[in-house]
T-cell receptor, first 111, second 114 residues
Framework: EPEVTQTPSHQVTQMGQEVILRCVPI?????FYWYRQILGQKVEFLVS????????KSEIFDDQFSVERPDGSNFTLKIRSTKLEDSAMYFC?????????FGPGTRLLVL | DAKTTQPPSMDCAEGRAANLPCNHS???????VYWYRQIHSQGPQYIIH???NNETNEMASLIITEDRKSSTLILPHATLRDTAVYYC???????????????FGEGTQLTVNP
């Protein structure tokens, strides 16, 4: 069964550093998403992406964040200058239509 | 999207049916009921969704009341691996809504006991 994959599974970085989280969506899906979950809190929507542009973003997704589909298979989330409060699980998801399928997540720890 | 209300926690004996309720009294006619679960910080896993008819797949059954103001997710024979947080999400679906966000609440922590 096809699934969303994410790399790395864990990332530790210093405050102020740039990080790129990578996702490979399910191959015939056209919609891509990033969510995050701070430890002990709810899963929160960050951004959705379709046809090479952002289709919706939340108030969390500020200028420090960007997304890109650099080739036909990868979908990336970049955080330009990480803050302590960016420590969280980051989940990528994809959908062919409405039903979203999630990857296993990347645990980001900012020190 | 309509708000949902779920009990914070439930217990179930292994092998028994787990019935997880969800209230969505402000649901609109074009809103679907989706169920996801999250096993210990893993990515949310899609379970099932429905509009007004009852639905069944290999994982679960979804029973939606006739007035659509509440629903129940049924895991017919719960196993220890079904221990997870279960999220009921109401969401508009249809032409032009693909790509829109899922809004997760607190969900129900289901614990399946041996």
């Amino acid at each position: 069964e096809p699934e969303v994959t994410q790399t790395p599974s864990h990332q530790v970085t210093q405050m102020g550093q740039e990080v790129i989280l990578r996702c490979v969506p399910i191959s015939n899906h056209l919609y891509f998403y990033w969510y995050r979950q701070i430890l002990g809190q709810k899963v929160e929507f960050l951004v959705s992406f379709y046809n090479n542009e952002i289709s919706e973003k939340s108030e969390i997704f500020d200028d420090q964040f960007s997304v890109e589909r650099p080739d036909g298979s990868n979908f990336t989330l970049k955080i330009r200058s990480t803050k302590l409060e960016d420590s969280a699980m980051y989940f990528c998801a994809s959908s062919a239509a409405e039903t979203q399928y999630f990857g296993p997540g990347t645990r980001l720890l900012v020190l | 999207d309509a708000k949902t209300t779920q009990p914070p926690s439930m217990d179930c004996a292994e092998g028994r049916a787990a019935n997880l309720p969800c209230n969505h009294s402000t649901i609109s006619g074009n809103e679907y009921v989706y169920w996801y679960r999250q096993i210990h910080s893993q990515g949310p896993q899609y379970i099932i969704h429905g509009l007004k008819n009852n639905e069944t797949n290999e994982m679960a059954s979804l029973i939606i009341t006739e007035d659509r103001k509440s629903s129940t997710l049924i895991l017919p024979h719960a196993t220890l691996r079904d221990t997870a947080v279960y999220y009921c999400i109401v969401r508009v679906a249809g032409v032009g809504t693909s790509g829109s966000r899922l809004t997760f609440g607190e969900g129900t922590q289901l614990t399946v006991n041996p």
